[in-house]
């Protein structure tokens, strides 16, 4: 495990599992609690990832990022998927009890979007930050209200995965000779085009710290009558955000909403309403055979989504607040470190004030009249 300067790792065990947790040398425990920041990365990558984040948070933060199950240092139990991705939030869970943190503020990249949403529903937290999540309606199969296109989920879960992909990652390949390598995946999907780091051989070792055991990534398929052929199984992480399985848009409902601060890039491929990882707009596209069309196998609109359900969060009496990033792809915190750091520590009331009624540029306050 290659760590930055200043950055430590330790195993915390619970009564689950082991969870590989990073830190920063010197950060105290005493913390003040709205001085506490928790990291939740996203699929097919480790806590490796938000260690230049870690290093430029000021000294009075207590910064946590956690691997997830199946990622990093931490343990690789299988994933139930029938639970959504409470295996990973009650990990999460129980590694902060461990560690004596109550009502951190949360931030959570891609499937750690979906993580955040799933502790927000059963745990206090402060604020969340969302970069780049998953749809509060899962991945795939849904329309724009959240309702399911099939009784199975049809295109959804870890059938979506690119079996070639999966094998490269599994074989640990870190070179870029093929458009299937982790290299490669890294390149065109998590930045945008032109995105140059010294750190990338350390984002593709996240990458490969993925487990692809059974139960984990991508998960078991199954066959399904409905287009394109395939539904989700039993276990696996992206079976966890099949539709039948992960629905976080109760948080409209919580009787005490944190502020939330979502943040995306313009140009993310993956999370989308076009996005490239979707059956139904490949299919749209060609690029996946007999597609029934858009009556059938719509493409998901997976941005419209996150959008609809903070509105309705603000309606709600919450504060929801949008930041889309021009020329960045999936990964706004490494493409765009300090408008991502400085968006951090206004959100937490460090700099400004909490949920301040003057955003980050092109960020917008969602309500029901935008």
């Known amino acids: 495990m290659t760590l930055l300067d ?3 790792s330790r195993i915390i065990d619970t009564d689950r599992l082991s969870v590989n947790i990073l830190e920063r040398a010197g950060d105290t425990v005493d913390a003040a609690p709205e001085r506490t920041v928790v ?3 996203g699929a097919l990558s480790s806590a490796l990832v938000w260690q230049e984040l870690m290093q430029d948070l000021p000294a009075e933060f207590r910064v946590v990022a956690v691997d997830l199950r199946g990622f990093g240092g931490t343990e690789h139990m299988p994933v139930d998927a029938s639970r959504g991705v409470r295996d990973l939030s009650d990990d999460v869970a ?3 009890t461990e560690l004596g943190i109550e009502a951190p503020h949360l931030v959570g990249w891609d499937l750690g979007g979906a993580v955040a949403l799933q502790f927000a529903l059963d745990h206090p937290v402060r604020t969340i930050l969302l970069e780049s999540p998953v749809s509060p309606f899962g991945l795939g199969g849904t329309r724009l209200d959240g309702s399911r296109l099939t009784d199975d989920d049809a295109g959804c879960g870890a059938g979506t995965a690119n079996p070639e992909f999966v094998r490269r990652l599994t074989a640990r390949e ?4 093929a458009s299937t390598s982790p290299r490669s995946v890294f390149r065109a999907s998590f930045v945008a085009e032109g995105f140059e780091t010294e750190h990338e ?3 593709v070792e996240a990458m490969l710290s993925t487990s692809t055991a059974t139960g984990n990534y991508p998960g078991e398929s199954v066959p399904s009558p409905h287009w394109p052929g395939y539904a989700p199984g039993r276990f696996g992480v992206l079976n966890a955000l099949a539709p039948q399985n992960f629905d976080v848009s109760g948080i409209v409902d919580l009787p005490e909403k944190p502020s939330i601060l979502w943040i995306r890039g313009v140009l993310d491929p993956l999370i989308s309403d076009t996005s490239f990882s979707d059956p139904g707009h490949l299919g749209s596209l060609g690029i996946l055979p007999d597609w029934p069309g858009a009556d059938v196998a719509p493409a998901q609109p997976m941005v419209s989504q996150t959008r609809e359900v903070l509105r309705r969060y603000t309606d709600a009496g919450g504060i929801a607040t949008e930041l889309a990033l021009p ?3 999936h990964t706004p915190h490494l493409e765009r470190p300090a408008v991502f750091r400085r968006a951090l520590l206004e959100l937490t009331g460090y700099i400004g004030s909490p949920a301040s009624p003057a955003p980050p ?4 306050i969602l309500s029901s009249s935008d």
Request: no cysteine.
């Open 327 to 329: 020329g960045v792809g």
């Open 201 to 203: 051989d350390l984002w």
């Open 361 to 364: 540029t092109e960020a917008i």
């Open 94 to 96: 129980l590694t902060l």
């Open 6 to 8: 200043g950055i430590t």
């Open 39 to 41: 990291l939740l990365h």
């Open 174 to 177: 870190a070179g870029a000779e």
